[in-house]
């Protein structure tokens, strides 16, 4: 039987997909839409996709977080192994800090999004989400707080900033920079 995750949108980039032709890209993906554009995720775990929130990272508020770490003790405390939250990444860190304070069990909490929507050349949103359940999954990310996954890094949720609008590597951790890293799928 394979463990299960709780993922969790929030919104975000990673959630965009194409509006009209020619309009750009709206919010439009769903959690379960973003599961199903990673195959790979079906084969490490059972996931439970939930649309928590669908917002632009700016527009989450203190509410939105404080409903969503009751949602993430609920799904904990049901035998989840570990929760991933996707959501955009102009607020993430903030996000991520909120619920490191507010959620205190061991299971993994991860927070990842995209800095280039599926509509573009090379989105990182799937990989970002890949990693982000290989890393809930992870037996080390245990017990040590709320982590941000992106571009093949994990960030702890106190250190990370992002530091560039559109860079896919945006995110640093000072003073010690991430505390792991995604290789080759682990």
């Known amino acids: 039987m394979l463990p299960r995750i709780s993922v969790f949108s929030l919104g975000g980039t990673i959630a965009m997909g194409a509006s009209a032709p020619g309009k750009g890209v709206s919010l439009s993906h769903s959690a379960a839409m973003l599961v199903d554009a990673v195959p790979a995720l079906a084969e490490i775990a059972e996931i439970d996709a939930s649309s928590f929130r669908q917002l632009p990272s700016p527009d989450i508020t203190l509410d939105d977080l404080a409903a969503l770490a009751r949602e993430i003790d609920r799904r904990l405390d049901d035998g989840v192994r570990g929760i991933v939250v996707t959501q955009g990444t102009d607020t993430i860190e903030e996000s991520a800090f909120v619920i490191d304070r507010l959620v205190h069990k061991d299971a993994p909490v991860v927070f990842t999004g995209a800095m280039r929507n599926p509509t573009m050349p090379g989105p990182d949103g799937p990989a970002n989400l890949h990693h982000a359940v290989i890393t ?8 040590i707080g709320t982590l941000v996954v992106l571009n093949d890094e994990i960030h ?10 559109t860079n896919p590597a945006a995110f640093q951790s000072s003073p010690a920079g991430p505390v792991g890293w995604i290789l080759e799928g682990r």
């Open 136 to 143: 809930a999954l992870e037996q080390q990310a245990r017990g």
């Open 156 to 165: 702890a949720a106190r250190y990370v900033q992002k530091l560039h609008t």
